[in-house]
């Protein structure tokens, strides 16, 4: 192979390690942020089971807590 021909090749492998680098950084970032949500949608849910089963609650006062919580859950998709 001639010098040309290396120099190609090795642009043409720096370009596709770059890339791969910069494809895996966005799909961590997007896990982490996937990661973000699900403890987010964990953490309304479990508050939500525990307005549910408090019996120190009126059944008014559990339904209220529960359903400000689904709205919560609800902002949390995407």
Same mark, same amino acid.
């Given at each position: 192979?001639?010098?040309?021909?290396?120099?190609? $090749?090795?642009?043409?492998?720096? +370009?596709? /390690?770059?890339?791969?680098?910069? !494809?895996?950084?966005?799909?961590?970032?997007?896990? &982490?942020?996937?990661?973000?949500?699900?403890?987010?949608?964990?953490? $309304?849910i479990d508050a939500m089971? +525990?307005? /549910?089963?408090?019996?120190?609650? !009126?059944?008014?006062?559990?339904?209220?807590?529960? &359903?400000?919580?689904?709205?919560?859950?609800?902002?949390?998709?995407?």
């Amino acid at each position: 192979m001639n010098t040309l021909a290396l120099i190609a $090749l090795a642009l043409l492998l720096l +370009a596709v /390690l770059g890339w791969a680098i910069w !494809s895996w950084r966005k799909n961590d970032v997007r896990l &982490q942020q996937l990661d973000q949500r699900v403890r987010q949608q964990g953490e $309304l849910i479990d508050a939500m089971h +525990a307005a /549910l089963d408090n019996p120190r609650l !009126s059944e008014d006062e559990q339904l209220e807590q529960s &359903q400000r919580l689904v709205e919560k859950l609800k902002a949390t998709r995407r």
